[in-house]
């Protein structure tokens, strides 16, 4: 009888706590990731002062740039709001323009800290400069990468939306994709923190 309910769209398996499997799977995966950044962050906090004789981050750092960049990413978290509202509005079409407005953001985040990463190698500091340069490069390459496969998931979903695999009240997939890419957000902020403003 699950079976036949799950085949007719009914709600998905949830575990003893009242939360759904997927979501339950979601915010572990999350935890999982916080482990991993908590200990990509202190490996930059204990060598971030060991520069040798390469550039240090008073050097390099282009403070008013980054912070725009982080605004842009920010600004995404606002996007992704508003798409998930818009597919729980039975909105599809508006969801699709959110989430590519979100997808948009956050390229344009990764782009910027392309553009960032050559100047630093352009003034001397690379990954193998130092052991402050490798954490840095490490931390925030990696959380590139993130920001990186949150986009594909956007237009993922925005792909599914679009060629009627996503019913407009199946907030569902949104709902995950929303949660990573806050995520993201929230794991930027402190590394902006960290990095760049903490001397």
Known sequence: MSA???????????TST??????MAMWTFLGSEC???????????????????GPTSADVYDIPFTSISSFVLLMSSLT??????????????????????TAFLGLTFVGGQIFEF????????TLQTSPFSSAFFVLTGFHGAH????VLMLLGVV????FGRLGPDSARPVEMVGLYW???????????????LIP
């Open 4 to 14: 036949t309910h799950a085949a007719h769209g009914g709600p998905e398996p949830h």
């Open 18 to 23: 009242g939360v759904d499997n997927v979501k």
């Open 35 to 53: 482990l991993f950044f908590g200990s990509l962050i202190s490996t930059y906090l204990l060598y971030h002062d060991k520069t040798g004789s």
């Open 80 to 101: 992704m709001v508003l798409a998930l509202s818009s597919i729980q509005q039975g909105n599809p079409r508006a969801m699709r323009i959110w989430l590519t407005a």
């Open 118 to 125: 050559t100047t630093f190698v352009e003034e001397g500091l």
């Open 147 to 150: 920001v990186t496969i949150g």
């Open 159 to 162: 792909a599914m939306s679009s």
């Open 182 to 196: 806050h995520f993201v957000d929230v794991v930027w902020i402190v590394i902006f923190t960290v990095v760049y």
